[in-house]
């Protein structure tokens, strides 16, 4: 009998944790969103070069400061103090593929620049006191760009002044180099064609490091955090860092 109510309890308890779970997925945090764009597709474009492709967005710019750090693709320091989540949209979480180019592109548009942002009217901050808003460079929606080039999801969490469903599918390709409307989800897997069995590289989608396919720490990894690669281009492309143990 007692035996039985202690089970009770603990069971409460996971209902407890697991509906905290669910309001922490509910906010401005990781979903584990991933893609497969490597770094390697900016590295040869300038901000200009990438700027000139988006026309000007209808969003004000409410506030100007200088960027002093990017943490990820979807969060930026200003010197101004604010901290900002970019309204709307999800990059892959540091360790997650993806992360790097994302990264890398928000750098190359935003670092020790100027930029404008435009504050969410509905709800200015999330829960962790980050100021939502679309960055505005040179005119143009950061926000939206990173949809559109596949660097983001669509991450739409009303109330909010902002519905990033018209920045995914919007005509606002100057050049039109892609279609708009089918970028949004570029996360289709090119490295589909390596297997466990082909593969010579194994990466740990968890943590961002590569290995030789031999290397004890590939027998460790759980399954769902492998990630295969014929080449170590390939791995160092998609932001994967090297094993200490093993080399690469
Ligand atoms: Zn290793």
């Not at 960027?67 to 010197?79: H, S």
Request: glycine share 6%; net charge negative.
């Amino acid at each position: 009998m007692k035996f039985q109510k202690k089970h009770l309890f603990s069971l409460l308890i996971i209902l407890i944790i697991a509906i905290s779970a669910i309001s922490i997925a509910s906010a401005y945090t990781g979903t584990g969103f991933s893609h497969n764009i490597p770094s390697s597709k900016y590295s040869d474009m300038s901000d200009s070069d990438i700027l000139s492709k988006y026309s000007d967005t209808d969003c004000h710019v409410e506030e100007k400061a200088v960027c002093t750090n990017v943490v990820d693709g979807d969060t930026i320091y200003l010197d101004n103090g604010k901290k900002i989540r970019f309204v709307g949209v999800n990059t892959p979480e540091r360790g997650v593929e993806g992360y790097i180019t994302s990264k890398n592109f928000v750098q190359k548009l935003c670092l020790n620049k100027e930029v404008g942002i435009d504050i969410d009217n509905s709800k200015n901050n999330d829960r962790y006191g980050r100021t939502l808003a679309v960055v505005i460079v040179d005119g143009k929606n950061v926000n939206e760009m990173l949809l559109k080039e596949g660097l983001a999801e669509i991450m739409y969490m009303p109330p909010s002044e902002f519905y990033p469903y018209d920045w995914a599918n919007g005509d606002t390709h100057v050049a039109s180099s892609h279609s708009s409307s089918s970028s949004t989800h570029t996360a289709t897997d090119d490295t589909s064609t390596s297997t466990s069995d082909s593969a010579s590289y194994v990466g740990n989608a968890n943590s961002g490091k590569f290995h030789e396919a031999s290397c004890k720490s590939v027998s460790k990894m759980s399954e769902g955090n492998k990630v295969f690669f014929n080449t170590r281009d390939e791995a160092i492309n998609q932001g994967y860092v090297p094993c200490q143990i093993c080399n690469p």
